[in-house]
């Protein structure tokens, strides 16, 4: 079952290199291996040198997002033959846009999560919890909040974003979609102080409304439809 | 560069993120992680979390802490169980009200659904005791609980890489890491360590675990002269994912799926006939393991089983299964609703490790005497609340009891003491390690690669350290293990550079990984019996008579194993019986 599968990578490294160029490779891989798989095949065996976040290798870490065939996915999540790698089709992988290189297909992600601190993401409620029992919330209104409780930070929204990648300032998809999981949860009370964040310049209003992170999310998350439902809250609100 | 810090915690997922929890706003506290703490593997946990809340059927924490020992094959420290058993109520009910979303039952209350070998009175039949979030329960907790730390403004190192414990005069006071973005090695000098950095199923080339999880907080305080207890007892997930050994979750049994072997017979009712499936995890791994040995297995090699679903009904598997329904689809492009998931054992979670008291305090022997200022808590540390067998969803209990226990002693301790100075020369052991592996970059005589020594690892470790083990397997590992631990002092790195060296990284983690493979083979070696995870077909019985104690394996100045020695059993109220389901 074994094929030759061609990558085509995106090199960077900030001690030797002045700007970013593509290299080439040709492994051996399963129609059925992750493009992880893959990665990890040149990396063991052919350049010790390159170099990629991964961890759970399942798509529920969220660390090995990139831009592969120029669509953020995870390389967890993408089989080599689901974008035709097994039948000779070259498999293009870069970093994500939007966010500083430091090193291959590693980028900064500190500035995306300062965004999501931004949004205050943690319960806010100011009474006092049961002394011994669970706050209740009913199953339909639990419901109401679960798409956004599915992000894993991973990034591909935002950097799949053409707003995110224009302005360094705006908090993007992710930061926005944990707002809303908070925003609809029924046991918060913090839904004003995050409408009013992200009701200012770079916020919400900066969405274009394009739908690549819906596109992107390697969590089935509707993103767009999120951003969407905080905006109504925001203008019923006022 | 140097860090001063009342505490430094090592690792956030559950265990380190509950801990520093504890000492933020007591202390001046850091957690320093290899990852960004929403990429810990506690992430990955799907099914749930038990607690006997008794929220849709009658349950009290005593049954819980009984399933628990029995669970364990009566190696788990009973006083460890009763702890477990009546904190996790309050834990959970803290969590609720930190925001974690549990799934919830029509009058409002957190919902609770069936998991394996958790039983009502005793082990009459099983009982709802674990309460969820989706299948993605352990990625609530982890999301929470590193909520919960940016609104107590934790100091976090992301991406830091935990090199040395340092010890002076007796007490423990810091560690030193290496930032993976600069290559830079860091000293934090503190007044206690509480090491949370989980386990190490990278080991075996089948498993669900994370490839972060290379065992280094173990390695590291082996390496300090630390024992490691109980390494051979490390559990195989009955559902793994045929081939890749991606977690399936024990809840999709505990919704009602089952298990079919090649002939589309449910094989566990023969083996279980009172839990069937829902047996604990050694248990349906080894009938598994039988179903295949005697050619019953599926798919042209006869070397898997298959997990039903399909009869659940997709309503079901939509609103309770749905991540691990999509790992088929993903993975295998297999469509649960309509046929069988191929899957096999997958190596999963390490009973053993850093041996600790029920305060989380580190233990150096079989008085248990503490090291004063050094804690461990979650996957790292063995408490014993496992035993030689981990009940499903007692990992998470586990994390949150003794997390916030280790934190909370933690916290106590270094508001009553002093200063300790860092020993002389504190960073010589670090600089040694670094060194050695960097050379391996220019060093043409040097040239074993450290993917074939990984690869020759996992697939050793799985031939013969895995589900069934015998005198003749368990040998030929000790003999591996020399070789490769000979092979990995030529190693050869071909990335010179210091920023973002993940290969260096990887031999770092690699080195680790042989540490604690070599403690567990010893381990089972010397254990000539059978119970929980530690199953041996040349000793098939228990010996409470000699083996009802646990191992602590003592390092070897220059690598290998030095001693074994044994530490009893805290028995309270269950006396060991013959294990039934």
Same mark, same amino acid.
């Given at each position: 079952m074994a094929t030759q599968v061609t990558l085509k990578i995106l090199r960077y490294d900030p001690e030797k290199d002045k700007k970013a160029h593509f290299e080439t490779y040709e492994v051996e891989a399963d129609p059925l291996d992750r493009i992880l798989d893959v990665l990890n095949t040149v990396k063991w065996y052919k350049d010790g040198s390159l170099t990629y976040r991964r961890s759970c290798a399942h798509g529920v870490c969220g660390s090995d997002a990139m831009r592969i065939n120029g669509r953020n996915r995870l390389a967890c999540k993408v089989l080599v033959r689901d974008v035709g790698g097994d039948t000779g089709k070259k498999i293009q992988i870069e970093p994500m846009l939007g966010f500083k290189i430091l090193r291959d297909l590693v980028v900064?992600?500190?500035?995306?999560?300062?965004?999501?601190?931004?949004?205050?993401?943690?319960?806010?409620?100011?009474?006092?919890?049961?002394?011994?029992?669970?706050?209740?919330?009913?199953?339909?209104?639990?419901?109401?909040?679960?798409?956004?409780?599915?992000?894993?930070?991973?990034?591909?929204?935002?950097g799949s974003c053409p707003p995110y990648w224009s302005n360094q300032d705006f908090i993007g998809p992710a930061a926005i979609v944990n707002a809303h999981r908070f925003i609809f949860d029924s046991r918060d009370q913090g839904s004003d102080e995050r409408l009013a964040i992200l009701g200012q310049g770079e916020g919400v209003f900066r969405c274009r409304t394009v739908y690549n992170c819906t596109d992107a999310c390697p969590r089935d998350i509707p993103v767009t439809k999120a951003i969407e439902q905080i905006r109504r809250a925001m203008l019923y609100n006022r | 560069m140097y860090h001063k810090y009342d505490a430094v915690v090592v690792g956030a997922g559950g265990a380190g993120l509950m801990a520093a929890l504890q000492l933020v706003g007591k202390a001046n506290v850091a957690c320093i992680t290899k990852l960004y703490p929403s990429r810990s593997h506690t992430g990955a946990a799907q099914g749930g979390i038990c607690a006997a809340l008794g929220n849709t059927e009658e349950d009290h924490w005593e049954w819980h802490m009984f399933d628990t020992v029995k669970g364990g094959d009566y190696l788990?420290?009973? $006083?460890?169980?009763?702890?477990?058993?009546?904190?996790?109520?309050?834990?959970?009910?803290?969590?609720?009200?930190?925001?974690? %979303?549990?799934? @919830?039952?029509?009058?409002? *209350?957190?919902?609770?659904? !069936?998991?394996?070998?958790?039983?009502?009175?005793?082990?009459?039949?099983?009982?709802?005791?674990?309460?969820?979030?989706?299948?993605?329960?352990?990625?609530?907790?982890?999301?929470?609980?590193?909520?919960?730390? +940016?609104k107590e403004n934790v100091t976090f190192y992301n991406e830091f890489h935990v090199m040395d414990l340092l010890i002076n005069n007796g007490r423990c006071v810091g560690v030193t890491a290496m930032e993976v973005k600069t290559g830079e090695l860091h000293t934090f000098h503190t007044k206690a360590v509480i090491f949370a950095t989980g386990g190490y199923g990278r080991a075996w080339r089948v498993t669900s675990n994370a490839h972060a999880c290379t065992g280094d907080g173990m390695a590291?305080?082996?390496?300090?002269? +630390?024992?490691?207890?109980?390494?051979?007892?490390?559990?195989?997930? %009955?559902?793994?994912?045929?081939?890749?050994?991606?977690?399936?979750?024990?809840?999709?049994?505990?919704?009602?799926?089952?298990?079919?072997?090649?002939?589309?017979?449910?094989?566990?009712?023969?083996?279980? %006939?009172?839990?069937?499936?829902?047996?604990? @995890?050694?248990?349906? =791994?080894?009938?598994?393991?039988?179903?295949? @040995?005697?050619?019953?297995?599926?798919?042209?090699?006869?070397?898997?089983?298959?997990?039903?679903?399909?009869?659940?009904? *997709?309503?079901?598997?939509? =609103?309770?299964?749905? $991540?691990?329904?999509?790992?088929?689809?993903?993975?295998?492009?297999?469509?649960?609703?309509?046929?069988?998931?191929?899957?096999?054992?997958?190596?999963?979670?390490?009973?053993?490790?850093? %041996?600790?008291?029920?305060?989380?305090?580190?233990?150096?022997?079989?008085?248990?005497?503490?090291?004063?200022?050094?804690?461990?808590?979650?996957?790292?540390?063995?408490?014993?609340?496992?035993?030689?067998?981990?009940?499903?969803?007692?990992?998470?209990? $586990?994390?949150?009891?003794?997390? *916030?226990?280790?934190?909370?002693?933690?916290?106590?301790?270094?508001?009553?003491?002093?200063?300790?100075?860092?020993?002389?020369?504190?960073?010589?052991?670090?600089?040694?390690?670094?060194?050695?592996?960097?050379?391996?970059?220019?060093?043409?005589?040097?040239?074993? +690669?450290?993917?074939?020594?990984?690869?020759?690892?996992?697939?050793?470790?799985?031939?013969?350290?895995?589900?069934?083990?015998?005198?003749?397997?368990?040998?030929?590992?000790?003999?591996?293990?020399?070789?490769? !631990?000979?092979?990995y002092g030529r190693l050869r790195l071909q990335d010179t550079g210091n920023k973002f060296n993940t290969e260096r990284l990887e031999a770092l983690e690699l080195g680790a990984l042989l540490e604690?493979?070599?403690?567990?083979?010893?381990?089972?070696?010397?254990?000539?019996? =059978?119970?929980?995870?530690?199953?041996?077909?040349?000793?098939?019985?228990?010996?409470?008579?000699?083996?009802?104690?646990?191992?602590?394996?003592? @390092?070897?100045?220059?690598?290998?194993v030095k001693e074994l020695r044994y530490k009893p059993v805290v028995i309270t109220r269950f006396q060991p019986k013959e294990r039934k389901y």
């Open positions: 900064d992600m500190d500035p995306f999560f300062e965004k999501y601190k931004s949004i205050k993401p943690y319960l806010i409620n100011y009474e006092d919890a049961p002394a011994s029992s669970e706050r209740l919330q009913s199953a339909e209104d639990r419901e109401i909040f679960d798409e956004t409780t599915k992000c894993i930070l991973c990034g591909a929204c935002s | 788990t420290d009973q $006083d460890a169980a009763e702890v477990l058993a009546r904190d996790a109520v309050e834990r959970i009910i803290e969590m609720e009200h930190m925001g974690l %979303p549990f799934n @919830r039952t029509p009058e409002g *209350k957190i919902d609770q659904r !069936r998991f394996g070998g958790h039983t009502r009175n005793y082990g009459e039949g099983p009982v709802r005791r674990s309460c969820f979030a989706a299948d993605r329960t352990g990625h609530m907790i982890l999301q929470t609980l590193y909520q919960q730390g +940016i590291v305080a082996y390496r300090a002269g +630390i024992p490691l207890m109980d390494m051979e007892m490390y559990q195989f997930h %009955p559902t793994g994912l045929y081939r890749i050994g991606i977690l399936l979750s024990e809840a999709a049994r505990g919704e009602g799926g089952i298990l079919r072997n090649g002939n589309g017979e449910r094989f566990c009712e023969r083996y279980a %006939p009172t839990l069937k499936d829902l047996a604990p @995890r050694d248990m349906v =791994s080894r009938f598994i393991a039988q179903e295949i @040995r005697e050619g019953r297995g599926a798919g042209p090699n006869k070397d898997f089983v298959y997990l039903h679903v399909d009869h659940l009904g *997709k309503e079901v598997i939509d =609103s309770k299964l749905p $991540d691990i329904t999509d790992f088929a689809r993903t993975y295998l492009h297999v469509e649960p609703y309509t046929e069988g998931v191929p899957i096999q054992p997958t190596a999963h979670y390490a009973m053993g490790g850093i %041996p600790t008291n029920i305060d989380g305090e580190v233990i150096l022997d079989e008085k248990s005497t503490v090291l004063p200022g050094c804690y461990a808590a979650g996957e790292v540390a063995c408490v014993s609340v496992h035993g030689a067998n981990r009940l499903g969803t007692n990992s998470l209990v $586990d994390l949150v009891v003794f997390g *916030k226990r280790a934190g909370l002693k933690a916290a106590e301790y270094v508001q009553k003491n002093d200063w300790e100075s860092l020993p002389a020369h504190h960073e010589t052991r670090s600089n040694e390690l670094l060194g050695f592996v960097n050379a391996g970059a220019n060093d043409t005589r040097r040239t074993e +690669i450290a993917g074939d020594i990984r690869k020759e690892l996992q697939n050793k470790m799985q031939d013969w350290v895995s589900i069934v083990r015998n005198d003749t397997s368990l040998n030929n590992m000790m003999t591996k293990l020399s070789e490769l !631990r000979e092979r604690c493979a070599e403690a567990t083979t010893k381990g089972a070696l010397e254990r000539k019996e =059978s119970r929980g995870a530690q199953y041996r077909d040349d000793y098939e019985n228990r010996d409470d008579v000699n083996f009802l104690a646990h191992t602590m394996a003592y @390092r070897a100045e220059n690598g290998g």
